[in-house]
């Protein structure tokens, strides 16, 4: 089976630095994917871990220690925008994504 | 453009009623996913299609069916035996088990209630 834990929710101010975890549970794991929600909107791809370490797209980074079946998406810069839920997603042998539960992210000013 | 549309956008059913949602992509992508979302809830998988005619169930599928006649369309019908069925319904789409990219594109959503 599958599954993941996330937190559900982590608050923040403007400009500060945020870091959402993800543990997880896969059989036959492939990678780690994260997707950013806004309220009422469909997920958007954020970004994707085959290998262990950082992966940096602008001011997200995600990181993935396989050994630990562990990964974190890394939010720099924040800005008010960047209030959404986040969800992590691994892909097993199955090529079938599972999804956390999302973790609503609020940045205040 | 290239995407995944849903329609409608919003729904209303009566109980007791069958309801077909709509999905189609334009970007030529093999696999094709339904997923039921309630409020503040993760995503939760109903069905899914790797191939054109084939598709399999996931871990929600009561009270659901889907076809994959073609491979641009992946309609669910959400049929009178679903108990609860109001919730956001996401289409995604993805390119295949051949691909590198494990990127889900995802369609903006019907949102369903039952009156």
């Known amino acids: 089976g599958q599954s993941l834990e996330q937190p559900s929710e982590v608050t923040a101010v403007e400009g500060a630095i945020v870091q959402i975890n993800c543990t997880y549970q896969?059989?036959?794991?492939?990678?780690l994917s994260w997707y950013q929600q806004h309220d009422g909107g469909a997920p958007t791809f954020l970004s994707y871990?085959?290998?262990?370490g950082l992966e940096e797209t602008g001011r997200f980074s995600s990181f993935l220690s396989r050994s630990d079946s562990y990964g974190y998406l890394l939010l720099q810069e924040l800005q008010m925008k960047d209030s959404a839920s986040y969800f992590c997603?691994?892909?097993?042998?199955?090529?079938?994504?599972?999804f956390g539960r999302g973790t609503s992210l609020i940045v205040h000013p | 453009d290239g995407g995944i549309t849903q329609s409608p956008k919003y729904l209303f059913r009566k109980e007791g009623q069958n309801v077909t949602l709509s999905c189609e992509q334009n970007?030529?992508?093999?696999?094709m996913y339904w997923y039921r979302q309630d409020p503040g809830q993760g995503l939760r998988l109903i069905y899914y299609?790797?191939?054109?005619?084939?598709?399999q169930k996931g871990d929600i599928a009561e009270g659901y069916s889907v076809s994959r006649e073609k491979k641009e369309s992946f309609p669910l019908t959400v049929t009178s035996a679903q108990k609860n069925p109001t919730a956001f319904y996401l289409c995604?789409?993805?390119?295949?088990?051949?691909?590198?990219?494990?990127?889900?594109?995802f369609g903006p959503g019907t949102r369903l209630t039952v009156l």
């Open positions: 997603a691994s892909t097993g042998g199955s090529y079938i994504p599972t």
């Open positions: 896969t059989s036959g794991f492939y990678g």
């Open positions: 871990n085959a290998l262990d």
């Open positions: 970007l030529n992508h093999d696999a």
């Open positions: 299609s790797q191939i054109v005619n084939d598709f």
């Open positions: 995604a789409s993805r390119p295949g088990r051949a691909s590198s990219s494990d990127t889900q594109y």
